[in-house]
Nanobody
């Protein structure tokens, strides 16, 4: 059974930082891209960042491109999202997902396994 578990969320002030972690079943994730999505109250789930199977290619939402960094450890089956200079509009539930593909994608439909999410709240 595939498990995807996020951690690292919390409450932070504007301008602060958080690092999210995503743990997965190693065999499942090692040859697949991994991604982060977020969902704010009353809004659709949106793509935040994704990384290819080998970490060579990364995609970001334009709004986070200069502030967030995605990384992964293939051997451990983990992914990370370092979030700096956080803004109130970054508030939401952040989800980690494992793609069906080896290359990163912004489309939720290309992701097969999802975690339960971790709450990130940025106060103004």
């Amino acid at each position: 059974q595939v498990q995807v578990v996020e951690s690292g969320g919390g409450l932070v002030q504007t301008g602060g930082s958080l690092k999210l972690s995503c743990a997965s079943t190693r065999r499942t994730a090692s040859n697949n891209a991994m991604g982060w999505f977020r969902q704010a109250p009353g809004r659709e789930r949106e793509f935040v960042a994704a990384i290819s199977w080998n970490g060579a290619t990364k995609n970001y939402l334009d709004a986070v491109k200069d502030r967030f960094t995605i990384s992964r450890d293939r051997a451990k089956g983990t992914a990370y999202l370092q979030m700096n200079l956080l803004k109130p509009e970054d508030t939401g539930v952040y989800y980690c997902a494992i793609s069906r593909l080896a290359v990163p994608s912004t489309a939720p439909s290309t992701y097969q396994y999802w975690g339960q999410g971790t709450q990130v709240t940025v106060s103004s």
